[in-house]
């Protein structure tokens, strides 16, 4: 696993307050990347390739410094339906509740899901609890017949899928 450091040299510019421009910070930047990826990304678009998912999924969730459980709630031909931050806690660590979950798939009347949280540390390794949820979840959703398609932990640059490592 190699580590990138890096530094930006920043020609980007935001406006203050008062309309004058200042080299753009690496959280304004994200910020940015983000509004973009919600402009470009629309329901109905189709994630069908684990690379279209760990991009997306990856603006979204990069740079943050707080962990985040967030649902991509998809349709039975993996559109997305909506991506949901369901959960929010803290530099290590969020409470995920299954129920929630299920209720929110229910809501959305989802025939797919893909799970994903960040790991502010940015080791991109599932921990052991990582998995178990993924089995509770995967389990609580099946039981209303909506499909699991992968879980995607984003930390920093790195992605790792669930599916991909034959976790799913």
Avoid: C
């Avoid at 629309?42 to 979204?60: M, S």
């Avoid at 609580?140 to 398609?149: D, P």
């Amino acid at each position: 696993m190699s580590r990138f450091t890096f530094t930006v040299e920043s020609s980007l510019l935001v406006r203050d307050a008062e309309g004058h421009y200042l080299p753009a910070t690496a959280d304004q930047i994200l910020e940015a990347a983000r509004r973009v990826v919600e402009l470009k990304v629309q329901r109905g678009a189709p994630f069908t390739a684990p690379h279209i998912v760990k991009e997306y999924l990856g603006a979204k969730l990069a740079g943050l410094e707080h962990e985040v459980f967030v649902v991509l709630f998809l349709d039975n031909q993996h559109r997305l339906i909506e991506y949901v931050e369901m959960f929010r806690g803290t530099l290590d660590s969020a409470s995920v509740y299954p129920r929630e979950v299920v209720k929110e798939a229910l809501r959305l009347n989802a025939a797919a899901a893909i799970l994903s949280h960040n790991h502010p540390s940015g080791h991109p390794e599932p921990s052991q609890a990582d998995r178990t949820l993924t089995e509770r979840l995967k389990e609580a959703l099946g039981l209303v017949e909506v499909r699991t398609l992968d879980h995607i932990i984003v930390a920093g640059i790195e992605r790792v899928s669930f599916a991909e490592l034959g976790l799913l």
